[in-house]
């Protein structure tokens, strides 16, 4: 039987099928019903598993299906007719089973890890003083420009203005189908060249500012206990209205256990400020727990583009010279349609080697 998947592939795909049905089975048990945090993780996984099982499924049956094909085409003592519908057929069949072999292999790679999650963006500004948060603020607009374009929802967690208008921090957290998926080879260090609005003498600054791109933690990933966690209410600060410095909205969550603190005033409720840093607590804290597996599953990281370290420069946008050089692909792009947006070649060409080292990987 002709086959369009290498052989450790279909092992892959041979055990996700295993485990759809493990899963399937386990819906069915009183002791994962009595427990809603662990059906709703079964149910997550299965809804991503499912994907890939019945198209690969299908993609079985046609394989067989060619198989017959091929069957008759090489016995010369089969009838004359039915030789001649395969021969017509043959063609055909074989080339969308190697597309389907094409597309099954994408999905199966974005099973692999958080592809299907919301991500969690957090930007800051680095050296380079007004300019590096002004910077900081472009980087935002830019990713809510291409999240808009997606089909991608945008909320922010938290931020911290600087005095010129930029951002010291902010975090976003950006909802959708493959949101991470999209945004992850984001994190790293990303470095402006440009003339400053602050600069009289029209010289050329270079200032930088940091991303990181997390999967957003649920609650059945990471349980943190309310007796681990400090709460303090604080008057929130900036442009507001008259509720600002009158009621203490502003919320700081401590996981004590950790020492991780976040601060979240972005809503005039308590309540709700107190939900926003329980949210992004919970991702940092996730985080923290996937660079140890990570550290401690170094080949595991032959799947990733780059080294992953968020201090390395993995981009500069030079303004005189309108490029964007992206330095693990080593490729430049024009740089007014991305700061529009239009952010899709850069991220397409990511995905692509991020697709040849994963298939290497596997």
């Known amino acids: 039987m002709r086959e369009f998947l290498a052989p450790k592939v279909v092992a892959k795909l041979d055990a996700l099928v295993a485990r759809v049905r493990e899963l399937t089975a386990a819906t069915a048990d009183p002791a994962v019903l009595a427990r809603p945090e662990k059906m709703t993780a079964i149910q997550r996984e299965l809804g991503s598993l499912r994907r890939v099982s019945d198209r690969y499924t299908s993609y079985r049956q046609g394989a067989r299906d060619l198989a017959e094909l091929d069957g008759l085409l090489a016995d010369p003592s089969s009838d004359a007719d039915l030789r001649s519908l395969a021969a017509e057929e043959e063609p055909g069949l074989a080339e969308h089973l190697e597309a389907e072999a094409d597309a099954i292999l994408d999905l199966l790679l974005a099973t692999q890890g958080d592809g299907d999650r919301s991500a969690v963006v957090e930007i800051r500004a680095g050296t380079g003083g007004e300019e590096a948060a002004l910077f900081a603020r472009d980087l935002r607009d830019l990713y809510a420009r291409f999240c808009e374009r997606a089909g991608l929802q945008i909320e922010v967690l938290s931020e911290s203005e600087s005095d010129l208008g930029g951002f010291r921090e902010v975090v976003l957290l950006v909802q959708g189908a493959g949101a991470f998926h999209r945004l992850r080879f984001e994190s790293g260090g990303h470095r402006v060249q440009r003339v400053p609005a602050t600069e009289s003498q029209g010289r050329i600054h270079t200032s930088a500012a940091t991303v990181a791109v997390l999967p957003e933690a649920e609650e059945v990933d990471l349980e943190i206990r309310e007796s681990d966690l400090e709460m303090q209410a604080v008057r929130a600060s900036g442009p ?56 401690a599953r170094a ?16 981009r500069t946008y030079n303004f005189p010279q309108n490029r964007l050089t992206d330095h693990r692909l080593g490729q430049n792009f024009p740089l007014e349609p991305i700061l529009e947006g239009k952010l899709e070649p850069v991220v397409d060409a990511l995905l692509a080697l991020d697709r040849e080292q994963r298939i290497a990987a596997l």
Do not use: M
Request: aromatic share 2%; charged share 30%; net charge positive.
């Open 240 to 295: 507001g209205g008259q509720n600002v410095n009158k009621v203490s909205s502003a919320v700081r969550l401590t996981h004590v256990p950790s020492g991780l603190s976040v601060f979240c005033q972005e809503e005039r409720s308590q309540h709700k400020n107190r939900a926003k840093a329980l949210k992004l607590l919970r991702t940092r804290l996730l985080d923290i727990e996937r660079q140890k597996v990570d550290a």
């Open 299 to 314: 080949a595991d990281r032959r799947s990733q583009v780059g080294t992953g370290d968020r201090n390395a420069r993995i």
